[in-house]
């Protein structure tokens, strides 16, 4: 009995995360109580506070969840030996833009991220976490750089921002209004234009 109550309840999570996907993503986050959550999945105000404390977190929870496969293949690329970091990077991006094309729950939460930065709770959080991945691209400019893969007359730390400004870039021009709308098809040049001007010039 108590394995089946387990059960539902994981099912009941499920649920309730699927039903805040939507909700956010149709209406805004910050125009979506739990209560209407809770009506659209059917369970009770009690059900969703069982689960999540509020919200936020019932919002940071998604995103953590969505993607994690993602953040995990970064840190396996950070404990890589002896590897040409740069370029498993760039193809790392290559991979996760395209899964983005085509992941509609991808794209849902990452349309509502952008709104979720306008809520002063949430903002910080996601300053937080933007700091984590500048941290972790920074390493790995600093490695490439000193592999001759990136060029010296900048710091790790501005290529870093540079890169990830780029990639945000097109991410944001790309859910909010489809351009460039032919970016799944030419995801390759878009990345190799960016680290073209990362890498160091050629001599001779």
């Not at 953590?64 to 991006?93: C, H, S, W, Y």
């Amino acid at each position: 009995m108590a394995r089946k109550t387990r059960e539902e309840a994981e099912q009941t999570r499920k649920l309730l995360l699927d039903t805040a996907l939507q909700l956010f993503d149709q209406q805004g986050i910050n125009h979506t109580t739990l209560a209407q959550i809770a009506k659209a999945a059917g369970v009770t105000r009690g059900a969703i506070y069982w689960h999540f404390k509020d919200r936020d977190d019932l919002f940071r929870t998604l995103w953590e969840e969505i993607t994690a496969p993602i953040l995990q293949r970064f840190d396996e690329l950070r404990e890589l030996p002896g590897e040409d970091k740069f370029n498993a990077m760039l193809e790392l991006v290559v991979r996760f833009m395209d899964e983005l094309t085509s992941d509609s729950k991808l794209q849902q939460i990452h349309r509502i991220s952008i709104q979720a930065e306008a809520i002063p709770t949430l903002h910080q959080w996601i300053k937080e976490d933007l700091c984590k991945d500048l941290t972790n691209i920074t390493e790995l400019m600093q490695e490439a750089q000193q592999l001759n893969q990136v060029r010296n007359d900048i710091t790790a730390s501005q290529a870093a921002s540079f890169f990830y400004g780029y990639i945000d870039g097109l991410i944001r021009n790309w859910l909010q209004f489809n351009l460039p709308q032919d970016l799944r098809e030419h995801l390759p040049l878009y990345i190799n234009l960016c680290a073209d001007s990362l890498r160091p010039a050629k001599t001779g």
